[in-house]
């Protein structure tokens, strides 16, 4: 049976593998995370009581090629069946029964503003249910997972963010268990449908803190310092146009978190899929809102009152967010929950987006 992976919300065997099947939203923070990895350049002072070990060197970009034919991109649109997706992220896909529909009604009235949401289904329409939706992949060792990623406003009108644990584990970006494979962003995914198609990944980007050596560190260290975002490069649709003409896009931005801002986050948790404590299986998309803070634990994590877990992983956390359309700006993406950065129960915690985020980002829209 499979063991759920990096408790960023998903390594290193023991630990290595543990980061590949439980992706979603948690991150393990070692007292030695910053020794191990330089926070991020806009990024609070993070203080641990004891440290080993030496910083890492510059923070570059890695990058990684996706789907660059006509011939791998049919095979990953075809490879990603209805059943496939509805079943990604089980532990033992094999014996699991597909997962029912989620048929909660929409409502077309938009949600109050700055209306407190610990977790619900999002009914209210908008931009959102457009440009957010499920990410889905193929672990090193042939077991489908899944993610949450945003399309993002962007020169080339086909850049898409994520969490970088959704991309990939620490290690040589070249090794073949490093990055996940089978990349495939379902805007507005529900209930197994691709509403507005299913996008391939051309490629992609995260911080090159990630190439650190896995013996030493592990994933949950360069999350929590900081890094934990990933950006990609979507495939044209079928018929040539790029994904943000097809979907519309979210604004994106650069800075220092604000205390007690009021936030909104979106995500596809999928939890234990059949399992009696199931609340989300992934069929639709959920919605939290609330003031964000940092995590006592990892105070470069900030998060909202939020009840989702596995499968939010690489969710946006909007700030400005208008209910009454369904756009904001993203400002962070899903990491972890409050188990392991700390904080009441339940909190949502984001990487927010700052120069590293924006070095990525520039590379992605120049592609």
Not at 89 to 108: R, Y
Not at 321 to 332: A, E, I, L, P, S
Request: hydrophobic share 30%; with cysteine.
């Amino acid at each position: 049976m499979r063991t759920p992976s990096h408790r960023p919300f998903g390594h290193q065997d023991g630990t290595r593998r543990r980061l590949r099947h439980a992706i979603g939203a948690t991150v393990a923070v070692s007292a030695a995370v910053v020794a191990l990895v330089t926070p991020a350049a806009d990024a609070a002072p993070y203080n641990p009581s004891s440290t080993s070990g030496s910083a890492a060197g510059a923070d570059t970009t890695t990058t990684h090629a996706g789907a660059t034919t006509a011939q791998e991109r049919d095979r990953i649109n075809a490879y990603w069946t209805p059943e496939r997706m509805k079943l990604a992220g089980a532990l033992v896909p094999e014996i699991t029964p597909v997962p029912e529909d989620d048929n909660t009604p929409d409502d077309p009235r938009p949600l109050p503003s700055d209306t407190p949401d610990s977790g619900a289904v999002w009914t209210h329409g908008g931009a959102a249910v457009k440009n957010v939706g499920r990410l889905f992949f193929t672990f090193s060792d042939g077991y489908d997972g899944s993610c949450t990623a945003t399309v993002v406003t962007s020169a080339n009108r086909s850049t898409v963010i994520t969490a970088a644990h959704c991309l990939r584990g620490v290690g040589s970006p070249s090794a073949d268990d490093t990055w996940h494979h089978n990349f495939y962003f379902v805007p507005g995914y529900r209930n197994g449908t691709k509403p507005l198609g299913g996008f391939s990944v051309r490629t992609m980007a995260t911080s090159s803190r990630w190439d650190a050596d896995p013996g030493t560190t592990e994933s949950s260290d360069v999350a929590a310092a900081g890094y934990d975002t990933g950006l990609l490069v979507a495939n044209p649709a079928a018929g040539g146009r790029r994904i943000a003409d097809v979907t519309g896009s979210q604004h994106i931005g650069f800075g220092r978190p604000v205390e007690d801002e009021f936030v909104h986050a979106f995500g596809y948790p999928k939890y234990g899929l059949n399992d009696p404590g199931d609340k989300y299986v992934g069929s639709r998309m959920i919605h939290c809102a609330g003031t964000s803070h940092p995590g006592p634990k990892a105070p470069l994590l900030w998060g909202e009152t939020c009840d989702m877990s596995s499968g939010a992983s690489g969710g946006p956390h909007l700030a400005h967010f208008d209910t009454r359309t369904g756009t904001g700006t993203v400002v962070g993406v899903t990491t972890t929950d409050e188990e392991l950065a700390g904080g009441q129960t339940p909190t949502l915690y984001a990487t927010r987006l700052g120069d590293s985020a924006h070095r990525l980002y520039d590379w992605a829209q120049s592609r």
